[in-house]
């Protein structure tokens, strides 16, 4: 019944920004995150938002770099992503729980997007 649809993602040089976009099919009133997986690489975490946007958690990697955000009202999840490095180069997932604790654990995660990739160019 929850369908997840990320956009946005692309070709980038390193050192440029994008915007990543999950839009969801119905109201998520629980955390929400995204997670990637590059090529050869198991899923990893990336950043975690609660419904409020109040509580929030980022990957060591990405720290000061991308920000998470959500409008409610759009039903939309955001990563903005900046300063960007050949590691960050994946397919980035978003993700939606059903409990309201955010949380890093991909295992923790119900509902899932088809992802969205990213090539950061050297």
């Known amino acids: 019944q929850v369908q997840l649809v990320e956009s946005g993602g692309g070709l980038v040089q390193t050192g440029g920004s994008m915007r990543l976009s999950c839009a969801a099919s119905?109201?998520?009133?629980?955390?929400m995150a995204w997670f990637r997986q590059a090529p050869g690489k198991e899923r990893e975490f990336v950043a975690t938002?609660?419904?409020?946007?109040?509580?929030?958690d980022y990957a060591n990697a990405v720290k000061g770099r991308f920000t998470i955000s959500r409008d409610n009202a759009k039903n939309t999840l955001y990563l903005q992503m900046s300063s960007l490095k050949s590691e960050d180069t994946a397919v980035y997932y978003c993700?939606?729980?059903?409990?309201?604790?955010?949380?890093?654990?991909?295992?923790?995660?119900?509902?899932w997007g088809q992802g969205t990739q990213v090539t950061v160019s050297s």
């Open positions: 119905v109201p998520i009133f629980t955390t």
């Open positions: 938002i609660n419904w409020r946007g109040t509580n929030l």
């Open positions: 993700a939606a729980r059903i409990y309201s604790e955010i949380s890093s654990s991909m295992s923790q995660y119900a509902y």
